[in-house]
């Protein structure tokens, strides 16, 4: 398994408008494509503006194909149509665990 974390800085004042969008419509097509939401979150201290959400695959051949069906789906680019102006900055890390991880 390989965990895909996701770092978004939202411009300031945006957060709550982008949560709401993307609950009614970016949720739905990202668990249908992605498959294992391990989380989903705001910070509580430190840079208020932030969501970080984590995704795990099999391998990052999984990712790859996953999020190829994804970016494929026209409801996918209505979404982000609709949310891109909302992102200042964006950080993404694949994750793999090491051998005593409860997710291996």
Known sequence: ?????????LHPGKLRE???IYEKEGLAVQVKHLGRLV????TEV??????V???GYEDLADRT???AAMAADPAWQVYLG?????F?????KILVPTSFSPTN
């Open 65 to 67: 194909r996953r999020r």
């Open 18 to 20: 982008f949560l709401g």
């Open 88 to 92: 200042k900055t964006m950080n993404n």
């Open 39 to 42: 989380g989903y979150y705001t």
């Open 53 to 55: 959400h984590i995704w």
């Open 82 to 86: 609709k949310v891109s102006g909302f």
């Open 1 to 9: 398994m390989i965990v895909d974390h996701r770092t978004y800085e």
């Open 46 to 51: 430190g840079n208020v503006n932030e969501i």
